[in-house]
């Protein structure tokens, strides 16, 4: 991966403990730009943490974590709070959304951390709720719509500054099947447009089969599944 790579995620030897729990133990992995990966594994086996390190809201006991080239673990505070407000989405399963705020006053909120507001931040929110097929919650409260509805609002807050890498960490895991497949559709195709890189940490195998490969955590390590 090079230096000037648009959204390419490497991985190297990385290490993480929770006190004497080792829950990486040199783990390596590639993510190209523009790639879809579905990381698998079971509960406790280190997706979430992985998706932290990845989004540099942690930092690995060793190894290294690139992002564009850069790694994130040489980076100060500042810096990675910079980076991650410019170049990372991320998508939880609990939406997140703040319930004060309307559903297009949330997905502006990472525009104005960036700088960007009034007229140009209300345009691209509400082409984005359009493009996700919830223009008509704009005004409405994250109470007000359904699960499947806050959980679009949720996809479109994660990427309306035009983030290079999305996480999405069991982004369908509080949705019936039906929702969870349409939001998965919704979120695979709206990165793709925008040709942004797409991490995903799942239980599902439904997710896995949209994704361009998929990695499973394994006794510390990542392996690629193979079809």
């Known amino acids: 991966m090079s230096a000037g790579s648009s959204g390419?995620?490497?991985?190297?030897?990385?290490?993480?403990?929770?006190?004497?729990?080792?829950?990486?133990?040199?783990?390596?992995?590639?993510?190209?730009?523009?790639?879809?990966?579905v990381v698998l594994g079971r509960s406790g086996s280190g997706k979430s943490t992985l998706l932290r390190l990845i989004g540099g809201l942690e930092s690995p006991d060793g190894g290294a974590v690139r992002l564009d080239g850069r790694d994130l673990v040489g980076l100060a505070e500042t810096a990675r709070a910079k980076l991650r407000r410019s170049s990372l989405g991320f998508v939880f399963q609990f939406f997140n959304l703040i319930p004060t705020l309307t559903a297009g006053e949330n997905v502006e909120l990472p525009l104005a951390l960036n700088g960007v507001r009034g007229e140009n931040a209300r345009r691209?929110?509400?082409?984005?709720?359009?493009?996700?097929?919830?223009?008509?919650?704009?005004?409405?409260?994250?109470?007000?719509?359904?699960?499947?509805?806050?959980?679009?609002?949720?996809?479109a807050r994660a990427l309306v500054h035009e983030p290079k890498v999305v996480l999405a960490d069991e982004p369908t895991g509080n949705l019936d099947l039906e929702t969870a497949r349409h939001v998965l559709e919704l979120l695979k195709a709206t990165c793709r447009r925008r040709r942004a890189t797409l991490v995903m940490a799942t239980h599902s195998?439904?997710?896995?089969?949209?994704?361009?490969?998929?990695?499973?955590?394994?006794?510390?390590?990542?392996?690629?599944d193979i079809a």
């Open 124 to 155: 691209r929110s509400t082409g984005l709720l359009a493009e996700l097929g919830v223009a008509g919650c704009a005004d409405r409260f994250p109470e007000e719509i359904s699960g499947g509805e806050q959980q679009r609002v949720a996809i």
């Open 205 to 224: 195998r439904e997710a896995a089969a949209l994704a361009d490969r998929v990695l499973t955590i394994r006794d510390g390590g990542i392996e690629e």
């Open 8 to 37: 390419g995620i490497e991985l190297r030897g990385v290490v993480k403990r929770y006190g004497t729990q080792v829950v990486l133990a040199g783990a390596s992995a590639r993510i190209e730009p523009g790639e879809f990966v």
